[in-house]
């Protein structure tokens, strides 16, 4: 090589993701670059604009900028830009400008991708930025191509690579690298499949990637002999291959995943990863979430939240129906959970003993809007001992519970909060508080059954949540009275309107002349839902995903349950759009409105959906019966 192209290559070797590429690959990259340079004040990409380069930095500093003009990043030496790009349409996503004379190599976009494909720890530095960007930004709205209509299979262009479980590491190794795939399936032919139609794992039992192989064999010295089965990963999530893409990108973000196996009646037909949904994203919109995982103490997070009203209008205004918004915001907080549960065990050192950390209401049903407090809990392994444990897990709980409420989550007023003790419960203990709440169905049992009925695993061993929430289907399902009780405590909150249908609006207090959305709406709405989905024996948790299940049962009369489906997107889309203009007005968000500010025609409909949730509430008391009537 020449002098010049050896300094080229010095030079990136020092900088991440070329410093993990063999010298061969380093050297050919050296002599393949362009050098561009640009003076200060100079614009070197634009919104929109075509892009066939990678861009590093290798002296000088530049600026990045979002669509609206607001300052995105700001890069000196070593910044590599314009990535995103390359991996979803070609199309620039970030203008960019030089605010020092600044000189750049350009890696053509061929050999980004060749890269990409022959090398993981190259495509992984890409793939998490990707995943970064999935925790920076929300929804970029296509209105012409929409992720609510696009199915995963789409995205499926091979068949699925699989192995058995008792395969040679090096085999795998092997049949990954023919077939030119970052990751296989593992599948234990002799694993009878399962009768559950909620278990649609079929025979795969685990998946192993790349990255899995030079982490878990390579860097602990195994030897390649080993069986696939003992460095997999069995933790697994499936999508089925009819779910839509906004659906692959939820379970993405939630469970921090870059690879996802697609089924179809039970049995593996591929594997979607993170750069097959960006790559998607240049034919559609991608749900993108705040990147809250960087932030390394609660004082950035603190800082980091008050982007969150930014991120909710911004959804709002690119026509994000409620579903994803409530998924989005959800995710949001969960991460927000999740981080400083991490930087909790960080400070306190490793849990003595096994837990779940589990959201709760809102939250866990993916129905989370920008108003919001926290309701949180938490499962404790059965061997937890006051003496020996307990103090450990309360410095954790007010540690995640005080970060919430700096990061925006308030106090629950209701105390629900695992920095409570009383709900800090184990395994045994949750089942016999659960069964004591079905079987004597109280006024304070039905109101906690309310709430953490709706629950979702967020930090530790997730499974433990999944147990209770089959418990509770199984257990909630067979007891008629409990149903009838919980019927009765879900028509407690009627809607606002009055006997000649017109609204009713509260006559004092600080939201005179309005009505709350959430506490005679959608909330009464989701306490309906909820009891016909215990009563068919849902294991889901958001509303709509619980009315399909509902649906397939035909517990109700045709098209009850669609009715109930528009009536609850009505009412959210209202209180959501409303809480928006709150925002951009400079006004704390809220959950009242007054209906003058609502168009004729958003009214009549708005009273249609208080109509159809009346009628709900009535069917509930025809439907659900008992002699005992309410404790």
Sequence with gaps: MQVEQIEIAQFLESYAPFDDLPEDALNYLAQHIEVAYFRAGTKILGYGEDIQDLY?????????????????????????????????????????????????????????????????????????????????????????????????????????????????????????????????????????????????????????????????????GLTLDIAVNAVMSEQLIFLDANAYVFEAVQAMLKDNLHHLPVLHKKKPIGVISLSD????????????????????????????????????????NEDANSHMIGTAMAVIGRTFKQRLLAMAEESLGPPPIPYCFIALGSMARDEQLIVTDQDNAMILDDRFDEAKHGQYFQNLADFVCDGLAQCGYAYCSGEIMASFKKWRLTRSQWRAIFMSWIEEPKPQALLNSSIFFDLDGVWGRIKWADELKSFVATQGRANKRFLANMAANARNRTPPLGFFKGFVLEHDGEHKRSMNLKRRGTAPLSDVIRVHALAVGSRKQN???????????????????QDLRDALEYIAM????????????GEQPDNSIDPNLLSPFEQRNLKEAFAILEKAQSFLKFRYQTNNGLN
Aim: charged share 30%; glycine share 4%; aromatic share 6%.
């Design 56 to 220: 590093v930095i290798r002296s000088g500093a530049v600026e990045s900028y979002r669509r609206n003009g607001d300052l995105y990043n700001r890069m000196e030496a070593g910044g590599i830009f314009g990535e995103m790009g390359l991996m979803m349409n070609r199309k620039v996503r970030f203008a960019v400008t030089a605010i020092e004379d600044t000189l750049v190599y350009c890696i053509h976009v061929d050999i980004f991708n060749e890269y990409c494909d022959k090398y993981e720890a190259f495509s992984d530095y890409f793939e998490a930025e990707g995943s970064v960007r999935l925790h920076q930004a929300v929804v970029e709205h296509d209105d012409n191509n929409d992720l609510t209509t696009a199915k995963v299979k789409s995205l499926l262009h091979r068949d699925v690579v699989t192995v058995r479980c008792d395969t040679a590491i090096q085999e795998v190794a092997q049949i990954m690298t023919d077939e030119h795939v970052s990751s296989v399936l593992v599948v234990d032919p002799n694993k009878p499949i399962s009768d559950d139609p909620e278990e649609d794992d079929g025979q795969v039992v685990g998946i192993v990637t790349d990255k899995d192989i030079r982490a878990k064999v390579v860097a602990n």
């Design 277 to 316: 949904i960006l790559r998607y994203e240049s034919q559609s919109s991608l749900l993108l979430v705040r990147g809250i995982l960087a932030q390394q103490s609660v004082e950035d997070l603190t800082h980091y939240a008050k982007q969150l009203n930014n991120v909710f209008v911004r959804m709002v």
């Design 543 to 561: 509303s709509f995903e619980r009315l399909e299940d509902i649906i397939e049962a035909k517990l109700l009369p045709e098209g009850k349950a």
């Design 574 to 585: 209202i209180r959501i759009r409303h809480q928006a203009w709150q925002i951009e007005q």
